[in-house]
């Protein structure tokens, strides 16, 4: 292999303290904890970008089956030093406080007990909206690319998009770990009253019709959380895993990965 080519020096009259060619200011993306306390007991510590946090404890919260709806949340407010309080509905069943270490922006299954029944769809099978169009899956990636400015400024995020059933952009977020995108974006839909059965299709919930664009590789966790929220489509800029293919399959979610302006891999179709 050949030796990369040695870094240029500065001039020979430059002053002892001149900054080398070779160095450059740069934008970092931020991360830090957010607990997250569910009636008053410590649920969890996510490990986070710290904006739309209450979209990413909704979301957190919805993906995990905490919750089914909006109105299961009686009250959501951020407090001082990086806490989300929740207080849950009358009637709903709180959380086992489970979550003994923080979960860090990598991890996307740590909620887990154990792997018994992970292609079962946490809330059965979704609603089976048509196949999106090529022309509608080039919208999406398009509206992605404009609404990921922390990418563009740092390249250490992900984001994650949400289209409606028309294919108009609705919510988008980012965040250093791929699945916190994901449920930044579907909290923020749910924060803002979707997420609601259908009127005249029995099998509807969710967000159903809607279709979720993240710029990562489609992996297991994202599809889930996406199975668990209702979305029909799940639309990755990178490649998707055997298990999400499986899963998707299993959940009715239409799976399109390596997702390019020219050309996208279109799986199987679910239904």
């Known amino acids: 292999m050949a030796r990369p080519p040695a870094p240029p020096r500065p001039p020979a009259d430059a002053p002892a303290d001149a900054p080398r060619r070779d160095s450059y200011d740069d934008d970092l993306a931020e991360e830090a904890p957010l607990a997250l306390w569910v009636n008053g007991r410590p649920h969890a510590v996510l490990m986070c970008t710290p904006t739309d946090a209450l979209d990413l404890a909704a979301g957190f919260l919805w993906t995990e089956g905490v919750i089914e709806e909006r109105e299961d949340l009686a009250a959501l407010e951020l407090c001082a030093r990086g806490m989300a309080r929740v ?4 009637g709903v069943r709180a ?3 489970r979550h003994r270490a923080p979960l860090s922006s990598s991890c996307g299954l740590c909620s887990l007990r154990h792997e018994e029944g992970l292609l079962r769809p946490p809330r059965g099978r979704v609603w089976g909206a048509p196949s999106l169009s090529a022309a509608r899956v080039r919208a999406a990636l398009r509206a992605l690319d404009e609404a990921t400015p922390l990418f563009a400024a740092t390249g250490g995020s992900h984001g994650a998009l949400l289209c409606d059933s028309r294919g108009a952009p609705r919510c988008a977020r980012e965040d250093v770990g791929r699945h916190n995108a994901v449920d930044k974006a579907l909290g923020a839909a749910l924060r803002a009253g979707e997420g609601r059965r259908l009127s005249g299709e029995e099998a509807a919930w969710g967000l159903a019709g ?5 710029t990562s590789r489609a992996g297991f966790e994202v599809a889930r959380k996406a199975g668990a929220a209702g979305v029909s489509a799940l639309i990755s800029v990178g490649t998707a895993t055997g298990l999400t293919h499986r899963f998707c399959e299993e959940a009715g979610v239409e799976l399109i990965s390596f997702a390019r302006p020219r050309g996208a891999h279109r799986h199987a179709s679910p239904r």
């Open 210 to 214: 809607w279709a979720l664009v993240v």
């Open 87 to 90: 207080t849950l509905a009358a």
């Open 95 to 97: 959380p086992e406080a």
